[in-house]
């Protein structure tokens, strides 16, 4: 029997293609949503097999959506995309995604039977409480490298460059972090340092570390 899906995306577009994919896949799409509040309304009220979810919602993240949704349904399959292999510099902690979610990078989806078999997969995943799958098959060699490499980025450490990346100075980093500026430079050393990114006269290493988080985050940078 074919799951029955929950579909929660924001865009217009990505929504409906997606659906329309899944179901030439065989996948039985039940509702769409664009927003958290609908979603949760049609899971309370159609009971879906598994929700499909996109990682952003209009600024709300689809972790913190399905950990609602989980509690609502405990054995509720919970299938994530995301363009960012390290949810950590999204200001999200990987620690928080619900036991047997499938968590996909969207540029792995070459071949959509990937993005089916994880549906298919993910409600049996929950009821037995698997250990949450990231699933990032298409990644190139490089992204293999930098994957690597982001993996031995402590939390703190990631937290600092995505503040990094957000523009922040290192005082501002100090005192939302309640450190001083001083050990933010340390910080910021000891993740060049991981990342690989040399000290060069030609090139600002903040600016060389705001290019290594957008490569990983997954979004178009200049």
């Known amino acids: 029997m074919n799951e029955r ?26 509702a769409e949503a664009k927003s958290e509040s609908v979603g949760m309304n049609l899971l309370r009220r159609l009971q879906p097999d598994v929700v499909l979810l996109d990682m952003n919602v209009f600024g709300i993240s689809a972790v913190k959506i399905a950990v609602k949704m989980r509690k609502e349904n405990q054995g509720i399959g919970i299938v994530i995309l995301t363009s960012c292999s390290d949810l950590r510099l999204m200001g999200e902690s990987n620690d928080e995604v619900p036991a047997g979610a499938k968590i996909l990078v969207k540029k792995s ?72 500026e001083k050990s933010v430079e340390q910080v910021i050393s000891r993740v060049a340092q991981e990342l690989h990114v040399q000290p060069d006269h030609n090139k600002n ?16 940078h200049h």
């Not at 922040?168 to 309640?178: F, H, K, V």
């Not at 290493?205 to 178009?220: H, I």
């Open 205 to 220: 290493m903040r600016v060389q570390l705001v290019g290594e988080y957008y490569r990983w985050l997954g979004a178009p």
């Open 109 to 180: 989806i070459v071949d959509f039977t990937v993005l089916c078999d994880a549906i298919r997969e993910s409600k049996m995943a929950a009821i037995e409480q698997h250990k949450v799958t990231w699933i990032n098959g298409n990644t190139s060699f490089q992204d293999h490298g930098v994957a690597t490499l982001m993996a031995h980025l402590t939390n703190t450490q990631a937290e600092v460059l995505r503040l990094v990346a957000n523009g922040m100075t290192n005082a501002q980093i100090g005192r939302t972090r309640y450190v001083s």
């Open 5 to 30: 899906v929950l579909v929660i995306v924001d865009d217009a577009f990505e929504m409906s293609t997606l659906v329309a994919a899944l179901r030439l896949h065989d996948i039985d799409v039940i």
